[in-house]
């Protein structure tokens, strides 16, 4: 029985990872953060990370965070500008340029000197240090 279901597991992982490869990742939503491949076990960051700030990962690693281009999608009443400007809030826009923020960015780069947003939400280092920005900045909360 348990050589059956190792067997079975690393054939839907063979799939899967096939599938995923082959699936285009350019131009989607989720592209940024779409870089870890498929695993049967849960990533280091879902195991260490604390229950809300996972949540908070996985809201701004999917775009679907408390920021303006979110509010313009799903709730237009809402104010879309970044507080520290005019300028349409986006995740991409905290994580890099904001000047709010900008006394933190050295958190995220440890993960990406540039500050390449597919460096901090798709790899491993980069979700480690958006984890940490998250628990020092509370943003992408309502």
């Not at 996985?58 to 104010?79: L, Q």
Request: net charge neutral; glycine share 4%; aromatic share 10%.
């Amino acid at each position: 029985y348990a050589f059956e279901r190792h067997k079975s597991q690393a054939l839907l992982l063979e799939e899967w990872t096939m599938h995923w490869s082959n699936t285009s990742k350019v131009n989607s939503l989720f592209s940024p953060a779409n870089r870890l491949p498929p695993s049967l076990k849960p990533q280091k960051h879902f195991c260490e990370s604390k229950q809300e700030i996972y949540g908070h990962l996985i809201w701004c690693r999917t775009g679907h965070a408390f920021t303006g281009k979110y509010y313009s999608s799903f709730i237009p009443s809402e104010t879309v500008s970044c507080s520290c400007s005019k300028c349409l809030q986006t995740q991409e826009h905290i994580l890099t340029t904001c000047p709010t923020f900008k006394s933190k960015h050295d958190m995220l780069c440890s993960a990406s000197e540039d500050l390449i947003i597919m460096d901090i939400l798709g790899t491993e280092k980069g979700i480690e240090a958006l984890s940490e920005f998250l628990q020092e900045t509370n943003t992408f909360k309502k």
